[in-house]
């Protein structure tokens, strides 16, 4: 169910856009499972970073404007590795949504949620996670139509328990939950109904790119990955992580 309060017109309009949005989006979330965060400062370490990922089994990442070079950063990776399914994240305001979009970003998140931001993501057919933290948040999401958000910050809201709590209220929402999830907790986040994926860093932390640490990251990766798919198949699920997913998704389409 879309809840919308405009004209009728519109709110057909809305729920068609939604479903375009979820459906490819959505599959790559639940394939993936993992959504690496990546602070970089030096654009030069793009590329490296994105045959890193790869190697390692996971085309996905969500490249956070923390930095003043990640939008030259995002625009390499998704230049010379179209596989990849390279995101934007801490979008703040329409603006930097809209740099993305012009860089490339398959995806926009937010730390919070902005009406605006998420209204022009859906009329320019992006892909937006905006971010939540209390009941009301998730309640003015929903008016947009979307049904999957960022949870932020997981750790400080009360991990894995909040995640239950709201499953009550909010059944059939889903979220992304970020802000302390490492490789030691994001099983137990995965394990949640209402969860489709994870946001962290713990993979290709900043300062293992600024070093130029590959073998490290596509290590790290590639067990991640490993975890994944041992979690998914002990659940019966036929939904591996796999590389170059991306790829086959947008051929689906």
């Known amino acids: 169910m879309v ?13 068609r856009t939604v479903e375009v949005h979820e459906t490819s989006i959505n599959e790559a979330l639940r394939r993936w499972r993992i959504i690496p965060v990546i602070v970089i400062e030096d654009p030069k370490n793009a590329l490296p970073l994105a045959g890193a990922l790869l190697s390692g089994g996971l085309p996905i990442a969500e490249i956070t ?17 179209p596989e990849m399914f ?10 930097q949504a809209r740099q993305a979009k012009e860089a490339g970003a398959e995806f926009v998140i937010s730390p919070g949620f902005k009406r605006d931001v998420v209204d022009y993501c859906l009329e320019q057919g992006m892909p937006v996670f905006p971010g939540v933290a209390t009941a009301s948040e998730i309640e003015a999401v929903l008016d947009t139509g979307l049904r999957l958000m960022k949870l932020w910050p997981i750790t400080t809201l009360g991990g894995t328990e909040y995640l239950e709590l709201l499953n ?13 999830v490492t490789g ?13 994926a994870v946001g962290g860093s713990w993979m290709a932390p900043s300062d293992w790119i600024a070093g130029g640490q590959w073998e490290r990251i596509t ?9 994944v798919n041992a979690l998914a198949q002990r659940a019966g699920s036929t939904n591996f992580a796999r590389p170059f997913g991306a790829r086959e998704i947008r051929l689906q389409q």
């Open 184 to 196: 030691a907790t994001f099983p137990q986040y995965l394990a949640m109904k209402n969860v489709v």
């Open 65 to 81: 404007l923390r930095t003043p070079k990640a939008l030259e950063a995002l625009r390499r990776i998704k230049g010379e590795q």
């Open 168 to 180: 009550g209220p909010f059944n059939g929402v889903q979220f992304n939950p970020s802000g302390g």
């Open 219 to 227: 290590d790290t990766v590639r067990q991640t990955v490993g975890r």
């Open 3 to 15: 809840v919308c309060t405009f004209l009728s017109s519109n709110c057909i309009e809305l729920e």
């Open 86 to 95: 390279a995101g934007c994240g801490t979008v703040l305001n329409v603006e």
